[in-house]
């Protein structure tokens, strides 16, 4: 019986809804009764005074059968739960002595009983007899429930853990859970599975154990990513926007070197413009995580309520710097150099290529058929950058759409003698449209391949990213040969954000600790004791920032700590989990019960976590999307089509 020990906790099957008059809910089936006795009876399939469940796993309802036969077994005269009631119950004033001569007594109607409906009356000699014959079928029943061979073990388990998958991958997605009603997707698990049938789950096996095992297993994730925090301190990522009913609503994902986790998700309308009450929210969310855990608050925008919160945040939080998502600070690098003159033209320009090409079946099937099968629209993960990957890509294809518009093909079509075709083509033709393109992505494109370069890598940024905006300053000079006339408002945009929202002075250590950091800092920066020996000069490039100073920064513990919670951190928002809003936007709309509430906190706290703990398998070095949005305004055109 080891293997049914796991399921002996009756609380995990069941929730109390009325402590006062003792009723509890099966999580399975979601029918109500009067206390846990009765509910043993109702998972282990039991008939009597209550309804056997219906949709309890099969292994969960032996494992029950088998503990309270054994219990009867073992102390006959005591009844666990009415192990052994009669066929029939009996209720009111009809059955309180089984020998005092004839008594009525009711049935109460119960699915698969001999009554269906309304009440039936009998002798009490009956219903002892009914009870004996019930006792010896059970009794009965006791070698064929305790000797199944271990295969049959081992294919219940398969179904459970099969069971639990499907599950997860509803969790995760966030897919309707009638889905598992479907005929189809039916049919598709069990092709999956080729002769061997799987046991779908029911949307009450969904709403019920499949999830309440979810939410434990991901509860014990969490715990482990908790007790990393103190040594290497964690990130707060704010992801606020309003909803389709103007609701303005902000999640928290806690990040940190072992993973993120989800934390909870506001409604702050109420108090949108109010930044005191904006900061008692925040200092709250500090104090759940940890006040000497969080290093830093990552915002998702350097305007609108964060923008006023952040200015004063750094005054009232001495121990904890606020700091911008380093994609939505580049993302405004890139816009506003997309609004200098000579840009703005060219992404104008560039857009009415697109938009004739991917906008005409006949135009863009011949430009397939001169690129091999490529489109001209490069779409991105990251919006800011999709003009200017789109861009580069045009340029990449200036030969290709050259020969496309002097071929045979192209004079054959229509477009070719009309006023819009013609446009296109004198476009293509022009070279100043070339030569002032390559200067906009000369701006431009060091900063998306940043983007790139922090998108994909598996380690925190903050040891690197100081270095690598430096690095893509100094290609932008290099690609405009060093003349500053050119380069210089680039770099004047990129300072600017870069000193106002992400360049963060450090205020996180007291005085005596900052002097001890100074001291050993000054060590660190000339090379001397512990960090002039070879090995840790040696070895510098070998590890990433956190991971050099946990190996040679020993004997300075307080710089040590510092440098390690400080080059632990990331310098990505929560924009790059991409997490889906729609049921935050759910779990924060009132009108629930409270046990349909808790459910549907449950999945939302289990189907975000989901998502962040299969991050790392999704997210990789191309910013580059899969799909093009058919509605984007680089394919459709607003303007009339002009016909001649």
């Excluded at 003792?22 to 009765?38: A, I, L």
């Excluded at 989800?262 to 009450?277: E, K, M, P, Q, T």
């Amino acid at each position: 019986m080891a293997a049914a020990d796991d399921f002996f906790n009756i609380h995990d099957h069941g929730t109390s809804v009325d402590r006062k008059k003792g009723r509890v809910q099966c999580n399975y089936c979601g029918k109500n009764m009067s206390g846990f006795s009765r509910l043993k009876s109702h998972l282990a399939g039991i008939r009597g005074d209550v309804t056997p469940c219906e949709r309890v796993p099969e292994n969960v309802k032996e494992s029950w059968r088998n503990k309270l036969l054994e219990k009867k077994e073992g102390n006959p005269s005591k009844k666990e739960g009415n192990v052994y009631p009669p066929a029939i119950s009996c209720k009111g004033n009809g059955c309180s002595n089984l020998n005092g001569g004839v008594k009525q007594f009711k049935c109460e109607a119960t699915r698969g009983s001999d009554c269906d409906s309304g009440s039936y009356t009998g002798t009490a000699s009956e219903q002892e007899e009914g009870a004996e014959q019930h006792i010896s079928l059970l009794k009965r029943r006791i070698d064929s429930q305790t000797s199944f061979n271990f295969e049959k073990k081992k294919k219940d388990s398969l179904s459970w853990q099969a069971q639990k998958c499907i599950g997860r991958f509803f969790y995760e997605m966030g897919i309707d859970f009638s889905v598992a009603n479907s005929p189809s997707f039916q049919d598709m698990i069990n092709a999956s599975r080729g002769k061997e049938k799987c046991e779908i789950p029911s949307c009450q096996d969904l709403k019920g154990w499949i999830l309440h095992e979810e939410v434990m297993e991901m509860q014990e994730y969490v715990k482990r990513i908790r007790h990393s925090w103190e040594s290497s301190g964690c990130s707060i990522l704010l992801d606020g926007w309003t909803d389709e009913n103007g609701r303005n609503l902000v999640s928290f994902i806690v990040d940190c070197p072992q993973g993120p986790i989800y934390l909870r998700s506001s409604d702050i309308s109420a108090f949108v413009g109010n930044v005191d009450a904006l900061q008692l929210l925040l200092d709250g969310v500090i104090e759940e995580v940890g006040v000497n855990n969080v290093v830093q608050i990552v915002a998702c925008s350097t305007s609108g309520w964060m923008g006023d919160v952040g200015k004063q945040f750094m005054e009232r939080q001495r121990t904890v710097f606020w700091t911008v998502s380093v994609f939505d600070c580049i993302a405004l690098m890139l816009e506003k150099i997309g609004t200098l003159d000579f840009a703005r033209e060219i992404l104008e320009k560039a857009k009415t290529i697109t938009k004739f090409i991917h906008g005409h079946a006949t135009v863009l099937k011949l430009f397939r058929d001169f690129t091999g099968k490529r489109n001209l629209i490069k779409p991105s993960k990251l919006r800011s950058a999709m003009p200017f990957l789109t861009l580069e890509n045009i340029v990449a294809e200036k030969k290709n759409l050259k020969a496309m518009f002097a071929s045979f093909e192209w004079n054959r079509t229509k477009w070719a003698s009309r006023t819009e075709g013609k446009r296109i083509v004198n476009l293509v033709e022009d070279r100043s449209f070339w030569s002032t393109a390559r200067m906009v992505l000369k701006a431009t494109i060091p900063l998306v391949r940043v983007l790139c370069l922090i998108n994909g890598a598996d380690k925190p940024q903050v040891g690197y990213i100081y270095e690598t905006m430096d690095q893509a300053k100094e290609t932008i000079k290099e690609e405009f040969k060093n003349k500053k006339t050119q380069y210089w408002p680039i770099w004047e945009i990129i300072d600017e954000i870069w000193d106002n929202h992400l360049h963060s002075p450090l205020h996180a250590a007291d005085r005596h600790t900052q002097d001890l950091i100074s001291f050993q800092l000054d060590e660190y920066r000339h090379a001397k004791g512990a960090f002039s020996r070879g090995s840790a000069v040696d070895q510098i490039n070998k590890y990433s920032p956190a991971e050099w100073w946990s190996h040679y920064g020993v004997q300075y513990p307080e710089l040590q700590r510092f440098a390690i919670r400080i080059l632990s951190q990331t310098c990505e928002g929560a924009s790059k989990y991409s997490l889906k809003r729609s049921l935050s936007e759910k779990l924060l709309t009132n009108g629930r019960n409270p046990i349909e509430q808790k459910r549907l906190s449950d999945l939302t706290y289990v189907h975000y976590n989901l998502q962040l703990q299969n991050s790392g398998r999704a997210l990789k070095g191309d910013i580059v999307d899969d799909e093009i949005d058919p509605l984007d305004e680089w394919i459709v055109d607003e303007s009339p089509e002009i016909v001649t």
